[in-house]
């Protein structure tokens, strides 16, 4: 067992803990602004598409449901992208060695919701494949405030909810076979790096 760096150790604690957990200051603030002037810039270059749901066969356009604009961290990495990819694996390290969760691969994408744009209520794990074991959603958005809504309502087992802000550099992780939640309309446009770790593949037959 090595010893894990001290910033993750609250966040494992939470995550055996109750399955969800928020956090602030685990980003370079400087990181945070280089990824959402990318983000700004790839949108303005239509490079982020309307999202869809479902995989494989079962992958449609969801207007109905979601109505986010998404671009895939899956071609050449920018810096940024690879400052974030590189700090996002090093937190799947700590959580490994704690928990036996079995983080393998981190599928990532932009996303930026337009005023009004909302994700109704669902959960990240699909019916056809177990691999998304713990999602995550890192916040760009700086000077956001209560008035400015987009919260991420987190739905508890015990009934409750949690509303989480979308403030810059906070990033939130749940189990994603667990939770359900729903994107909130923000009054403004909000943007995010939505990623899920994924368990190793060992092919289903
Ligand atoms: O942006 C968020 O707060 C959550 C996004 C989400 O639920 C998803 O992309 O599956
Ligand atoms: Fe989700």
């Known amino acids: 067992m090595g010893t894990m760096p001290l910033e993750f150790q609250p966040v494992a604690e939470a995550i055996e803990r109750d399955g969800w957990c928020v956090c602030d200051d685990l980003f370079d603030p ?15 270059l239509s490079r982020l598409k309307p999202a869809a749901v ?11 449901v ?23 694996l090093s937190l799947r390290d ?24 909302y994700y109704d209520r669902h959960r990240d794990r699909f019916r056809d494949d177990d691999a998304r074991v713990l999602s995550t959603v890192l916040y760009l958005n700086r000077d956001w405030s209560e008035a400015d809504a987009g919260h991420l309502r987190l739905y508890l087992p015990d009934g409750t909810h949690h ?20 994107v909130l309309a923000p009054t403004r446009p909000r943007m995010s ?6 368990q190793r593949d060992f092919g289903v037959t």
């Open 30 to 44: 400087a990181l945070i602004e280089a990824l959402a002037d990318e983000c700004r810039e790839l949108d303005a």
């Open 54 to 64: 479902g995989r494989g066969g079962r992958r449609r356009l969801a207007a109905a």
């Open 66 to 88: 979601r109505s986010d604009r998404t671009h895939w961290l899956d071609d050449t990495f920018s810096e940024a992208q690879t400052a974030f990819l590189a700090r996002m």
């Open 94 to 117: 700590a959580l490994n060695r704690r928990l036996l969760l079995g983080l393998h691969e981190l599928e990532a994408h932009y996303a930026v919701y337009p005023a009004g744009a």
């Open 163 to 182: 509303d989480v802000l979308p403030q810059t550099g906070r990033l939130a992780l749940f189990l994603s076979a667990d939770f359900d939640h729903e």
């Open 193 to 198: 790096i939505a990623g899920w770790f994924r």
